[in-house]
């Protein structure tokens, strides 16, 4: 075995036996501990997938569109000739370390602070489950191993919503279940159309189309993107969202926000637009046309919203819809902006959770009628969460921005009067997600301190800055240096847009 082959296996087995191990220890902080340290080495083997020979060392005749770096192909069930094919490249090896780096960040924030409502020992083994579920998502090269991890997920973070969540916890928990499984149903038929159609579910032989017909191609892109809609979630299947964020643990929305959500977007891409290339074709103004509405409804509900968690839940339906333009283009420069724009989300909105659960925990409330004058009080806090509001708005030079940008000047190369005026839509949602992050910050940590702020909490716990400060410095990092996401993610894309039609 090599050593991206060991890596492989035991990025998805190290969190498995850790979760196994957390469930089996009987004291509480020491399974914490445990679970915190497999998370670690977990992101270590994550981060060195990176390593050894980049390039493409299968022999065949004709380059296929997938090419991963490294990959694991073993029997799984041979009479049904499914197989254990695992594989890492430039367009998911950044999401499976955002993946292993946010929940090392969740695991160790719960060794200082447990939601009420369960164990700690309990929340951290199920952390690891669905980190487990969502690397084999990123990981999976067949078909049928894919839909098996992406189920993985749904259980343990119904579990996690329900039993840590708050007040109304157990009807988000149904909400997110209930439209989960919607999906998963329609993911069912449309792999099912895919493999009965095509013979294999080898992910690598379908890209490009796979020898199947217009008709199939269309029939399964339409099952296949509702699916990965509803997980995303594209507007307008989006309504399970906000409750969610709003009830889940601070650890819980960071997850799903950071990414959980980035299972859709890199399903539609890998999947949806890899094995059915003229059905994304044939859809592409469509989605493109639904990207913009998500981008402007969700701006605007923002500027309404008077609670924290909900504004930044509805925050995401907005980028998540840069996201979806960029893939509509069918362009190499609009995945690439859809990829980077994916994991900026993860980094940039996953601090914006940390942050929005301190200041629930200090003030009791999210009310932003109620969080006035943080800066008062709380000054570095308030520092923190402008920084946050800042990055997720585009500013340039944070990683907010080049997914964003991006993704309208892609709809704006596209050309003719249909993408062009998607690209000054798209950009003018951008200046309302200026606007209500703005008015969040003019809310939330101007004017005097309201008696919620003021007796609330002034200083940080050092817990708190090693969660967020490898955020912090992430933003910064892929806003300075975009090419720690675009540079490994180039030559992925380049092939997958050329077996495009």
């Not at 005749?61 to 000739?81: C, F, I, N, Q, S």
């Not at 449309?190 to 020898?211: M, R, S």
């Not at 995303?232 to 643990?249: G, V, Y």
């Not at 409804?297 to 979806?324: N, P, T, W």
């Amino acid at each position: 075995m090599s050593l991206g082959e060991f890596l492989l296996v035991a990025v998805l087995a190290v969190p498995a036996l850790g979760a196994v191990a957390v469930a089996a220890t009987p004291r509480d902080r020491a399974a914490r501990v445990i679970g915190t340290v497999a998370a670690a080495v977990t992101l270590l083997a994550a981060a060195l997938l990176a390593l050894g020979d980049r390039t493409w060392s299968g022999y065949t005749p004709v380059a296929p569109a997938v090419r991963p770096w490294h990959r694991v192909d073993l029997p799984w069930v041979p009479g049904l000739e499914l197989r254990l094919h695992l594989g890492v490249d430039g367009i998911s090896w950044p999401l499976v370390v955002l993946t292993a780096l946010l929940t090392l960040l969740c695991c160790g924030y719960t060794l200082w602070k447990v939601p009420d409502g369960g164990s700690g020992r309990a929340l951290v083994a199920l952390l690891l489950v669905v980190e487990v579920g969502i690397l084999g998502t990123f990981l999976a090269l067949d078909l049928v191993l894919f839909f098996v991890f992406f189920e993985v997920v749904l259980l343990p973070m119904y579990a996690v919503i329900a039993g840590w969540g708050g007040a109304d916890r157990r009807r988000a928990a149904r909400k997110f279940a209930l439209y989960t499984l919607l999906g998963s149903v329609l993911l069912l038929v449309g792999v099912y159309v895919v493999v009965a159609a095509a013979g294999t579910a080898d992910l690598v032989a379908l890209t490009g189309g796979g020898g199947l017909s217009r008709g199939t191609q269309l029939a399964a892109f339409i099952l296949l993107a509702l699916a990965f809609a509803v997980k995303s979630p594209l507007w307008p299947l989006h309504s399970w969202l906000p409750d969610a964020h709003t009830q889940a643990p601070t650890v819980g929305s960071v997850i799903l926000a950071g990414v959980l959500l980035k299972m859709g977007t890199y399903g539609l891409i890998r999947v949806a637009v890899g094995v059915a290339p003229e059905g994304a074709r044939w859809a592409a103004p469509v989605l493109g046309a639904l990207a913009v509405a998500a981008i402007l409804v969700g701006a605007l509900v923002c500027l309404a919203q008077d609670e924290l968690k909900r504004l930044i839940a509805y925050s995401s339906v907005g980028h998540m819809g840069f996201v979806l333009l960029g893939v509509a283009t069918l362009t190499s420069t609009g995945i690439q902006a859809a990829l980077i724009g994916n994991v900026a989300h993860g980094v940039i909105t996953g601090l914006l959770f940390f942050l929005a659960g301190a200041i629930k925990d200090r003030a009791h409330t999210g009310s932003l009628a109620d969080l006035s004058g943080l800066r008062e009080t709380a000054p570095r806090l308030a520092g923190l969460l402008g920084f946050a509001a800042v990055a997720s708005l585009g500013l340039p030079g944070l990683a907010g921005f080049w997914g964003e940008a991006f993704a309208v000047i892609a709809a704006i190369e596209v050309g003719g009067a249909f993408w062009t005026t998607l690209g000054v839509l798209a950009a003018l949602g951008g200046a309302l997600t200026a606007a209500y992050f703005l008015r969040l910050l003019r809310r939330v940590t101007h004017g005097r301190p309201s008696p919620a702020v003021a007796r609330s909490t002034a200083g940080l716990a050092g817990a708190e800055v090693t969660a967020w400060a490898p955020l912090v410095l992430l933003a910064l990092a892929v806003g300075l240096a975009p090419a720690l996401v675009l540079g490994v993610a180039e030559a992925p894309v380049d092939a997958l847009v050329e077996v495009l039609p």
